[in-house]
């Protein structure tokens, strides 16, 4: 009867029971309770060897958990470096996206249908910036030679910059001006002051929103005398020249009643060439008020009453005068992204490093 009951319960093992017979660390049968300390041995061995014996077990035992414990470790060191490098895949990708999206080529394929050339000068007007002489007189002479363009449209947001980019740029203009019956028209967005003022003046029409800056017709300089400060902190300056008067805008030397007399006379010069070729764009529709051309900005509105402007409104409102609403085509030559990037980054360094990049000290810029 006994027997019979033993049986019955040998085979009444829970699930438990039978799932703790399998070790997962040693994949092997589970060691039953309370015989982990008898290791088998010979039979002769004495109470020594057998004490060795469950010693050596226990560490192959413990060596085996430990190296199974490294393995998962590994394991889990190795997703983790996964799902980084997965990561910042995606995180290179999303920006390179972003990058190229925001500096990829804005200029289309040329069409048969009648449209409208756009060409954007952005910035400050400098031969190291994207609104170069050479960047602009190109889609220039690219959308004048478009039979299908309408009209060339110059859309301007810039400040102004370097008198020979500006100077070169309004030559352009006046030159396709004179050689055909396209019309050339500016828009001024937020800003067309100095020497962006000074290539709108070589357009047949300007047009600008009644808060635009406008105008800014002067030459600027600007430098730091710092002869003082170096004295002070006792630093000897060497400067060998030939001529007398070659280092004469080094910031460490003094600025004498001469240099200051021969530097304006080029100042000066250079902005009689600026009049002189706004009034040979504009013509007579400049009023006759003596600060026109003293540097000052005005607000489009107030452009428009001196003539520096000829009619407010917008980009939009050129689309339905010229063309009824005809489609816009971008002949702004493309840049490089990596390039854009580069000279971004190049141009932003140098401004917080207070460095001036220009090869040329005079600038058409509003201040």
């Known amino acids: 009867m006994k027997d019979d009951e033993s049986r019955r319960d040998e085979h009444l093992e829970t699930p438990s029971e039978q799932q703790s017979q399998e070790d997962r ?3 092997g049968a589970e060691v039953p309770p309370g015989k982990e300390s008898q ?3 010979q039979p002769d061995d004495d109470a020594e060897t057998l004490r060795e014996r469950q010693r050596l077990a226990q560490l192959e035992m413990m060596d085996h958990w430990i190296g199974g414990v490294l393995a998962e470790q590994r394991r889990s060191r190795r ?3 996964f799902f980084r490098l997965l990561m910042l895949s995606l995180l290179a990708a999303a920006i390179g996206i972003g990058v190229y999206q925001f500096y990829a080529p804005s200029t289309t394929a040329p069409t048969s249908q ?3 050339a756009r060409i954007d000068v952005n910035g400050v007007i400098a031969e190291d910036a994207p609104a170069n002489a050479e960047r602009i007189i190109e889609g220039l002479r690219n959308a004048w030679e478009a039979d299908s363009a309408k009209a060339v449209v110059l859309h301007i947001n810039s400040p102004g910059g370097s008198p020979v980019q500006s100077q070169r740029i309004y030559a352009e203009i006046m030159r396709l001006r004179e050689s055909g019956d396209k019309p050339i028209v500016a828009v001024i967005e937020d800003i067309g002051a100095s020497g962006a003022y000074y290539i709108a003046a070589a357009a047949d029409d300007i047009v600008a929103s009644p808060v635009s800056l406008v105008g800014s017709i002067g030459v600027i300089y600007s430098g730091f005398g710092l002869q003082e400060a170096i004295d002070r ?11 007398d008067n070659k280092a004469f805008l080094d910031p460490f030397q003094p600025f004498d009643d001469e240099d200051e007399e021969f530097w304006q006379g080029v100042l000066n010069s250079t902005h009689q060439q600026f009049i002189d070729d706004v009034k040979a764009g504009r013509g007579d529709r400049l009023s006759d008020d003596d600060s026109l051309f003293s540097g000052l900005v005005w607000s489009g509105e ?3 009453t001196l003539g520096l402007v000829d009619q407010l409104g917008s980009i939009d409102d050129v689309a339905r005068e010229y063309a009824d609403d005809a489609d816009w085509q971008n002949y702004t030559p493309s840049l490089d992204p990596f390039d ?3 000279r971004r980054f190049t141009q932003t360094a140098a401004q917080l490093m207070g460095v001036d990049t220009s090869p040329s000290p005079l600038r058409f810029q509003a201040p």
Do not use: D, Y
Not at 233 to 243: N, Q, S, Y
């Open 233 to 243: 902190v006792g630093v000897e300056r060497r400067v060998l020249t030939a001529g």
């Open 340 to 342: 854009r990037l580069t």
């Open 79 to 81: 997703w983790k470096l």
């Open 114 to 116: 009648a449209h409208l």
């Open 302 to 304: 107030q452009a428009e």
């Open 39 to 41: 290791p088998s041995g």
């Open 25 to 27: 660390w040693t994949q």
